[in-house]
């Protein structure tokens, strides 16, 4: 069955730039996407196909994805992008979830 | 603007058949601009994809499920469920309904985001 692989914790001072990856076999042909995910709450999109931000998601968070990794970078960090943050493929008509990323601002 | 909310009971014995549903609000299920699911959460895990219902039925499950899980449309257009039979104390979890796009062009569709969740609800598994 198809995987993703993300990387258990970052840290990252704020201010500073956080990056959190997500790896996965045959990523160039596969659409990205990223979700953010508070204590106690439902995940909440912030990056879609790769690289577009919905609306409402501030332009600090931006992604990429090269093909053989997908990243989410957060420029500037702040307190409030402490969160979990999760990527996620379409295998076919399946849904893969990697492991989840926990980012905290020290 | 579109809203989702689970309901259905916090407690279910071990080998029953666990029963939820997702009423959808300011919208209809009735559309083919997306596909409705199914998300469990372990405590402290990430996570898990559980499956998917289109407008007209046809649904997809992750395979890990596959046998134990049926998802279905409600009689109202408002409505989906999830029944989730034999459970056992793994399948504990808080469980979350989301809204799947879809992603059409040319004439051709492809699955996009989980772009609005429900609020969860948490189930227990007990003996």
């Known amino acids: 069955s198809y995987e993703l692989t993300q990387t258990s914790s970052v840290s990252v001072s704020p201010g500073q730039t956080a990056s959190i990856t997500c790896s996965g076999d045959?990523?160039?042909?596969?659409y990205v996407w990223w979700y953010q995910q508070k204590p106690g709450r439902s995940p909440v999109l912030v990056i879609y196909q790769d690289s577009r931000r919905p609306s409402g998601i501030p332009d600090r968070i931006s992604a990429s994805n090269s093909g053989i990794t997908a990243t989410l970078t957060i420029s500037g960090t702040q307190a409030v992008d402490e969160a979990d943050y999760y990527c996620q493929a379409w295998d076919g008509s399946t849904a893969v979830f990697g492991g989840g990323t926990k980012l905290t601002v020290l | 603007q579109v809203q989702l909310q689970e309901s259905g009971p916090r407690l279910v014995k071990t080998s029953e058949t666990l029963p939820l549903t997702c009423t959808v609000s300011g919208g209809s299920i009735s559309s083919d601009a997306y596909y409705w699911a199914w998300i469990r959460q372990s405590p402290g895990k990430g996570l898990e994809w559980i499956g998917n219902?289109?407008?007209?039925?046809?649904?997809y499950y992750n395979p890990s499920l596959q046998g134990r899980v049926v998802i279905s449309l409600g009689t109202s257009k408002k409505d989906f469920s999830l029944q989730l039979r034999s459970v056992t104390a793994t399948d504990t979890a808080v469980y979350f309904c989301?809204?799947?796009?879809?992603?059409?062009?040319?004439?051709?569709?492809?699955?996009?985001?989980?772009?609005?969740w429900g609020q969860g609800t948490k189930v227990t598994v007990s003996p």
């Open positions: 989301a809204r799947v796009a879809r992603d059409c062009y040319g004439g051709s569709c492809s699955y996009d985001a989980f772009d609005i």
């Open positions: 219902i289109f407008y007209n039925g046809n649904t």
């Open positions: 045959d990523l160039a042909h596969k």
